[in-house]
């Protein structure tokens, strides 16, 4: 796999791509104000508890997942494109495909408190999308072939989901804390139940494991395409590795053996923070 | 007019006493209620913790009377007459009070069980009641209007509602934050109880996909079974019982757990992740609390379930100030209404009276100008609206005055200055 952002640059005039890419970071301002309204609403929603602003943010949440759609086809339609492959980019893709597959499931009702979690991330997300996309560099994956987009897109979508899996096991483990300590929540709290929590975390890993996967397999097809090697041994590569095999145990405890919710929740909200840091953390790091 | 509310609650009388006034078919004895000459609307509200009759009446004391023989005779009539003196339990209000009273009633500010949701569908009731048997008019019509608007206002603005207060709401509520559905769960019954099988129905109303009765003796399984459509089966197959159910329900007698934490250990595991509800109403417990350790068991006891009943309880109590302050404000409103009825009679009168006026002297002068019909047509017109527009503003503050306890000296004042209580003819009293 290689490290996001580097590559053989691409020679344009720089006041043709500031121009270009204007409206991509705008989009995503106006993404992140959405992402934002829909966190504070959904805070307000449980707060309070009222199942109309949950309503309401999931609503604001599939607006800003419109916009932010629409943000990523200027990415494309700009010339050169704002590669996918640069970390703000690529980070706002991957809040972009969670809060896709969150609005998924908040179609059942009881699941809306997801977006508590959902939407201030994804705000956090495409804000820090927007103010690092002015300062990405042109592409720089020329003669890779459309490895480094499969692997940012295949990779992205499983990071995302296995993201969302960590956020409904945040949930289940307070939840069950609660429920544990005789501490039941009011009936009018609009608060997923431990059992559809639970049934997000097991799609979202069953999902998002596979893409990960594919995500390693691609980085490896652009590794190969760009330096002739496989494996080069860079920190990028070397943590992504441990993080797939420690998911690809994750998976195998999950679906085959008597793991209890609780320990498979725990094991989600685990697994992703390493997953988060060996892609994303060491990436900033290094 | 006046406005009286009289009955007895569960505050007032015992249940021995309520249970003699208490009546399912209100409408005979309504009806003859109604027909009474001291009578000009009545409502009448009978629950198992309240009988309550609000009428509206123009002679406050033979009302009071009215309704003191209604209670003695008409009430306790299928018992025979009252054993005891009735007076000693009932209550008396009236006019703003009695507003107040029904307001706090239907907003279940007034019950045993505060915020309980039965009694607006019971006061609904009763107000049909009437009706239906015509004995409900105007006043008593806007009364439970209001009534019922503060109710839903109480409900929506304030958490009284909010918190299971029975042992088997608490349960259901417990359920649904575990599971996703209840449609697809199956629940265990072990032994029998009369609260054990009260959770048992409320879950059932929520949804359940089977339900299993499991007892010592199979013949007591088998009865219960049948009342509830469940299978029944004995105590020695709780292992295989317990292992498909999602909820399990246990009130059996006896010093010993019947579930214990070693005799499900295979159980547990063959379960897998999926969580197991123990609903443990047993005294001493059926359950080994080392059960509760297991990750997906969710064990909650009688006394458990009875301390989230009592906080929720509390909470609730901790509402009532904000739907009292609901009440007050819509009562205010409906006294303000109540008053300004008064004013009603003066300002038709006081209109009759300056248009008699108005249409002897338009008479008198048309009479001597000779004008042609469109000409007298003009001059009526024009003196009609002279009228009118006088009238207006002293109508408007009559109105407006008549809405405080004040305004009466108004409706006095206008009474006098245009001697409306001298003569109804129409005529000038002057003449």
């Known amino acids: 796999m290689r490290r996001w952002g580097t590559g053989c640059p691409r020679r344009i005039p720089l006041d043709d791509w500031e121009r270009e890419r204007g409206l991509v970071v705008q989009l995503h301002q106006l993404t992140a104000a959405l992402y934002l309204a829909a966190g504070l609403v959904a805070g307000l929603g449980l707060a309070l508890p009222m199942r109309s602003l949950l309503r309401g943010a999931a609503s604001l949440l599939g607006v800003g997942a419109l916009v932010h759609g629409i943000a990523f086809s200027q990415l494309h339609r700009a010339d050169p494109p704002v590669p996918l492959t640069d970390i703000p980019a690529a980070i706002s893709f991957m809040a972009w495909i969670a809060v896709c597959f969150s609005l998924v499931l908040l179609y059942r009702a009881r699941l809306m408190a997801l977006s508590v979690l959902v939407a201030p991330i994804a705000f956090l997300s495409t804000f820090f999308a927007a103010l690092r996309l002015p300062h990405a560099e042109p592409a720089t994956t020329l003669g890779s072939g459309s490895w480094p987009h499969a692997h940012v897109l295949l990779a992205g979508s499983g990071l995302a989901l296995l993201g969302v899996a960590g956020l409904a096991g945040t949930l289940f483990l307070l939840e069950h804390r609660r429920l544990k300590a005789k501490r039941p929540l009011s009936s009018r709290t609009p608060w997923p139940s431990l059992e559809a929590l639970d049934r997000v975390n097991r799609v979202a890993l069953a999902l998002g494991f596979p893409l990960i996967t594919l995500g390693v397999i691609t980085g490896l097809f652009w590794d190969e395409a760009a330096h002739g090697a496989v494996f080069t041994g860079s920190a990028h590569e070397v943590w992504s590795l441990v993080a797939w095999a420690i998911y690809a145990v994750m998976a195998v405890v999950r679906f085959t053996s008597h793991q209890g919710a609780r320990k498979a929740a725990a094991s989600a909200v685990c697994g992703f923070l390493f997953l988060f840091f060996a892609v994303v953390g060491v990436e900033l790091l290094v | ?431």
């Not at chain 2, 089977?210 to 199979?218: E, K, M």
């Not at chain 2, 009526?380 to 306890?405: C, F, G, Q, W, Y």
Request: some cysteine; proline content about 3%.
């Open chain 2, 1 to 431: 007019m006046k406005i009286l509310l009289v009955g007895m609650n569960h505050r007032s009388a015992p249940v021995e006493v309520r249970e003699r006034y208490a009546r399912d078919d209100v409408a005979p004895v309504l009806q003859k209620l109604a027909a009474s000459s001291e009578i000009d609307e009545a409502v009448l509200l009978s629950t198992c913790n309240r009988t309550e009759v609000v009428v509206v009446t123009r002679a406050l004391e033979a009302a009071r009377l009215r309704l003191q023989r209604f209670f003695r005779h008409d009430l306790a009539a299928a018992d025979g007459g009252a054993r005891e003196n009735v007076a000693d339990y009932l209550y008396e209000y009236r006019d703003g009070d009695a507003m107040g009273h029904l307001l706090r009633v239907t907003s279940s500010l007034d019950s045993m069980v505060v915020g309980e949701p039965q009694i607006l569908g019971q006061a609904k009731a009763a107000y049909a009641d009437a009706v239906e048997c015509s004995a409900a008019g105007p006043v008593l019509s806007r009364l439970y209007q209001t009534a019922f608007a503060t109710a839903k206002r109480v409900r929506t603005d304030t958490r009284i509602a909010e918190r299971p207060v029975s042992i088997a709401r608490v349960a259901v509520d417990l359920a649904r934050q575990i599971f996703e559905d209840l449609d697809d769960k199956h629940a265990v019954l072990l032994g029998a109880g009369e609260m054990v099988e009260m959770a048992l129905r409320s879950l059932r109303r929520e949804g359940l996909a089977s339900i299993a009765v499991a007892n010592r003796s199979v013949a007591n399984a088998e009865a219960l079974a049948a009342e509830l459509e469940a299978s029944a089966h004995g105590l020695d197959e709780i292992g295989q019982l317990v292992g498909r159910a999602d909820l399990v329900l246990t009130c059996v007698g006896g010093a010993e757990p019947v579930l214990t934490r070693e005799a499900l250990s295979t159980v547990l595991i063959a379960r897998r992740d999926r969580p197991l509800f123990v609903i443990d109403l047993g005294v001493p417990s059926n359950v080994e609390a080392a059960l509760e350790q297991h990750d997906n068991v969710f064990l909650y006891d009688i006394d458990d379930l009875g301390e989230i009943a009592n906080e929720n309880a509390a909470a609730r109590h901790r509402e009532t100030a904000l739907g009292e302050a609901i009440v007050a404000e819509e009562r205010q409103r409906l006294e303000g209404w109540f008053m300004a009825l008064r004013a009603a009679p003066t300002i038709a009168h006081l209109r009759r009276r300056v248009d008699g006026i108005r249409a002897r002297e338009v008479e008198r002068a048309l009479g001597r100008l000779g004008l042609d019909a469109t000409q007298c047509e003009a001059v009526d017109a024009l003196t009609r609206s002279i009228v009118n527009k006088i009238l207006h503003a002293p109508m408007v503050s009559l109105r407006r005055e008549a809405e405080r306890e004040e305004g009466l000296a108004y409706l006095e004042a206008v009474r006098a200055l245009f001697a409306l209580d001298d003569s109804d003819d129409g005529s000038d009293p002057r003449r």
